[in-house]
């Protein structure tokens, strides 16, 4: 009996030093947040924002307002060189027209479901709530 506890005991610290160092492993694997990343994030809020004041669930002045959020949220959270290049894509002439035109093309099909609805009341919600911070 003493030994069955005894290797279950060892069995059980094995398994715990193995579960943290596939942790640590993990961690050290993980992509940094870069600019790829940053740049889809950044259209899809963008998007978002644009479908919201297409489908008049904001105003132009809210959705600005949440666009210039994003922008300020995803850039604190990348590197000096991955900030510049995200605030040049979205600067970059034509890049919210473009956006825009998405958001027109697709807003019957893509509202008629309530999920983008609650997405943007979601979303608009901890931007606002979160404004001061970024």
């Known amino acids: 009996m003493t030994s069955q506890i005894g290797t279950g005991l060892g069995q059980a610290v094995a398994l715990g030093a193995l579960l943290s160092c596939m942790g640590i492993a993990r961690a050290e694997s993980a992509p940094e947040y870069g600019f790829e990343s940053a740049a889809q994030e950044i259209s899809q809020l963008y998007w978002l924002a644009e479908t919201a004041d297409v489908r008049g669930w904001a105003s132009h002045e809210d959705t600005m307002r949440f666009k210039q959020f994003a922008v300020r949220f995803l850039a604190a959270h990348l590197s000096g060189s991955h900030k510049v ?50």
């Open 85 to 134: 290049a995200l605030l040049s894509f979205v600067a970059e002439d034509g890049y919210e027209d473009q956006v825009r035109r998405a958001a027109q093309d697709g807003a019957q099909h893509n509202c008629d479901s309530s999920r983008w609805h609650s997405g943007w009341v979601a979303y608009k919600a901890a931007a606002d709530e979160r404004d001061r911070d970024f």
